[in-house]
C-alpha cells in the first residue's frame, strides 16, 4: 500500500533552517523511480522544489539553488529536504510525492507524479 507522511514544518524567521521529512511505506519508497518535493500558496499553482531519483540524481527549482538540499535514507524509506538561508518567499504548504513508473524528462512537473503526502506548512517571517 502506497503512503506518504510528511513531517517537520514550521515557523521559522528569515534566514534560518529547517528539515522536513517525508516517511513512506516500503511499497511507495522501493516502487518509487523517482521522488520530490513541492510547495504550494493559496490562489497559486504547485510548483516543483526539488526532486531525487532511485539512483540518486537530483533536480533542483532555480529559486532554491545552493540554499535546499533533498536527500533519502533508505534504511528508513524517508526522503529529506533540508532547508537553509529561508526566505518569506519560501512560505507554502509542502508536499512529498512519488512517482512509480518510468522517468519523465519534466521532474519538476506536479503532473508527472502518482501518490501525494497531506502536506506540511512552512512559514517564513522576515
Known amino acids: 500500500e502506497w503512503q506518504l507522511v510528511e513531517s517537520g514544518g514550521g515557523s521559522v524567521q528569515a534566514g534560518g533552517s529547517l528539515r522536513l521529512s517525508c516517511a513512506a511505506s516500503?511499497?511507495?519508497?522501493?516502487?518509487?523511480?523517482?521522488m520530490g518535493w513541492f510547495r504550494q500558496v493559496p490562489g497559486k499553482e504547485r510548483e516543483g522544489v526539488a526532486t531525487?531519483?532511485?539512483?540518486?540524481?537530483?533536480n533542483y527549482a532555480d529559486s532554491v539553488k545552493g540554499r535546499f538540499t533533498i536527500s533519502k535514507d533508505n534504511a528508513k524509506n524517508t526522503l529529506y529536504l533540508q532547508m537553509n538561508s529561508l526566505k518569506p518567499e519560501d512560505t507554502a504548504m509542502y508536499s512529498c510525492?512519488?512517482?512509480?513508473?518510468?522517468?519523465?524528462?519534466?521532474?519538476?512537473?506536479?503532473?508527472?507524479?502518482?501518490?501525494w503526502g497531506q502536506g506540511t506548512q512552512v512559514t517564513v517571517s522576515s
Open positions: 510525492a512519488a512517482r512509480l513508473y518510468g522517468i519523465s524528462a519534466y521532474p519538476l512537473s506536479p503532473n508527472e507524479y502518482d501518490y
Open positions: 516500503t511499497y511507495t519508497y522501493y516502487g518509487s523511480r523517482r
Open positions: 531525487i531519483d532511485a539512483d540518486s540524481s537530483t
